[in-house]
């Protein structure tokens, strides 16, 4: 089990690095400011309503806000899982749009690492969208999460104010909070000696958001070409590993898996 000392004071520090103060959702108030962040983000509808998030913080599951004063930066929701073994599932993160990559997002995940290393759980389970860079980025680099399985259309058609009616193919990761990569990840080292020196086998462009925002064809067309090649590495059993401009797949067997999607 990691150290419950190290993993709080890497909370607080991450936390002192972005200026904002990490809370647990306890109140009423607390939880209408979840829900507004994640509503700011995707759209009306889109989170759980207060009084539900205030039941699931109340039950003891990781829902926190980052805050400034009393400006609310971010927000995260998470809650139990059992399926694949006792975990927490990340179900929302959401970060002000003018903050994004000023470290609140890291905060509120090491405050989340701590929370559940206290009471003993030592797995967090979350999705996210293959194709956006960033996500890859934050997600497997600097948590240092791996992928552990690929659900096209998971949500169905979300229609909201960042995904549209884009299909939702997500990424499955599972972040062992208390495996020694993580903390080499969240430190600085993010697996930069496991970076892959072949081309990518699934090149990513530098941001799918963008594109799907001014080019929807070209979007959609990436959408289907990417769900195919994924699903055919990750159902032969290849493992996936972030290059920084896209996916490599490592074959079970110890084969590369070259072929390259354009």
């Known amino acids: 089990m990691a150290d419950l000392d190290s993993a709080h004071s890497a909370a607080e520090r991450a936390a002192a690095r972005a200026d904002v103060e990490i809370v647990e959702v306890s109140t009423p108030g607390e939880a209408?400011?979840?829900?507004?962040?994640?509503?700011?983000?995707?759209?009306?509808?889109?989170?759980?309503d207060p009084s539900t998030l205030q039941a699931i913080a109340h039950a003891g599951n990781p829902v926190l806000l980052a805050r400034r004063g009393d400006a609310v930066l971010g927000a995260l929701f998470s809650f139990m899982g059992w399926h694949g073994g006792l975990h927490v599932h990340s179900h929302m993160t959401a970060v002000a749009p003018q903050l994004r990559s000023g470290?609140?997002?890291?905060?509120?995940?090491?405050?989340?690492?701590?929370?559940?290393?206290e009471h003993g759980i030592t797995e967090v389970r979350w999705t996210y969208d293959p194709l956006i860079r960033r996500n890859a980025r934050f997600n497997l680099w600097k948590l240092g999460a791996d992928v552990v399985a690929f659900h096209p259309d998971f949500y169905g058609v979300l229609d909201d104010a960042i995904n549209g009616t884009d299909r939702s193919d997500r990424f499955e990761v599972s972040w062992r909070l208390d495996a020694p990569e993580v903390d080499r990840a969240y430190s600085g080292s993010a697996r930069l000696d496991a970076i892959p020196t072949r081309r990518d086998d699934l090149a990513l462009p530098d941001d799918f958001e963008s594109l799907r925002r001014t080019d929807p064809a070209a979007a959609a067309l990436l959408r289907e070409r990417s769900r195919t090649?994924?699903?055919?590495?990750?159902?032969?059993?290849?493992?996936?590993?972030?290059?920084?401009?896209?996916?490599?797949?490592?074959?079970?067997?110890?084969?590369?898996?070259?072929?390259?999607?354009?």
Not at 32 to 48: I, K, N, P, Y
Not at 233 to 249: E, H, L
């Open 229 to 262: 090649r994924i699903a055919d590495a990750v159902g032969a059993g290849s493992s996936v590993r972030f290059t920084g401009t896209g996916y490599v797949f490592d074959r079970a067997d110890g084969a590369d898996d070259e072929e390259e999607t354009r």
């Open 32 to 48: 209408a400011a979840t829900v507004d962040m994640f509503s700011a983000t995707w759209g009306e509808g889109r989170g759980a």
């Open 103 to 117: 470290g609140v997002g890291l905060a509120l995940k090491l405050a989340q690492r701590a929370q559940c290393l």
